[in-house]
């Protein structure tokens, strides 16, 4: 007997939850101004001229700069951190020297407290 559908390939699809693709997550964090942990890390390794992986270091000038920034606006961290639209613990990371800032990080914190942050040597 045909139904009509015989020239159809009907394959069964099956769902199991509501599990977003692991794309999907980075391009949600990443709008949301967080990268993963991988991508942070990958930010923070640096090749010297031999080829060798090295960690990247937040410079203490730059920590000291950023510090004296914020207390000279008489912010906390956390303020800080919400006005550039990161992470408080991140703030505290970049003032203790445990992760470094990228680019666009830097350029957030500049604008918010209105000083010349570099991470240069």
Known sequence: MSDGF??????EVKFSGAK????ENKMIKKQKGGL?????????IDYDEEGSMAQKKVTMDFRIALQKAR???KMSQADLAKRCCIPAKRVNEYESGKA???QNEINKLRKVL????SNKK
């Open 20 to 23: 977003s693709s692991t794309n």
């Open 36 to 44: 993963d942990s991988k991508t942070r890390l990958e930010n923070s």
């Open 6 to 11: 015989d020239h159809q390939d009907w394959k």
């Open 71 to 73: 207390l000279a606006k």
């Open 100 to 102: 470094v800032p990228n």
């Open 114 to 117: 209105g000083v010349n942050l």
